[in-house]
Nanobody, 127 residues
Framework: QVQLVESGGGLVQAGGSLRLSCSAS????????MGWFRQAPGKAREFVAT????????YYADSVKGRVTISRDNAKNTVYLQMNSLKPEDTAVYYC????????????????????WGQGTQVTVSS
């Protein structure tokens, strides 16, 4: 059974930082592209960042570029999202997702391509 479990969310003041983690089990982690998405109240889920299987290629949404870094540790089956200079508009539930990929490098910002999703972790940024 595949499980993606996010952690690291919380309440932080504007300008602060958080590091989200997503621990994966039940899948061959190194064969999966990983992504982070978020959903704010009353809004559609949106792409945040994605990373290729090997970790050599990354891609970010314009709204977070320069403030967020995605990384992965295939030995630990974990993907991370380091978020700096947080803004109130970053408030959302953050989800990690996994997409099986037969090529590398490859990454995807499209939510409908992902096979597995975590339950999400809440990030709240106060002004």
């Amino acid at each position: 059974q595949v499980q993606l479990v996010e952690s690291g969310g919380g309440l932080v003041q504007a300008g602060g930082s958080l590091r989200l983690s997503c621990s994966a089990s039940g899948l061959a982690f190194s064969r999966y592209v990983m992504g982070w998405f978020r959903q704010a109240p009353g809004k559609a889920r949106e792409f945040v960042a994605t990373i290729s299987r090997s970790g050599t290629n990354t891609y970010y949404a314009d709204s977070v570029k320069g403030r967020v870094t995605i990384s992965r540790d295939n030995a630990k089956n974990t993907v991370y999202l380091q978020m700096n200079s947080l803004k109130p508009e970053d408030t959302a539930v953050y989800y990690c997702a996994a997409q099986l990929s037969y090529t590398d490098p490859y990454y995807s910002p499209k939510a409908d391509g992902y096979n597995y999703w975590g339950q999400g972790t809440q990030v709240t940024v106060s002004s």
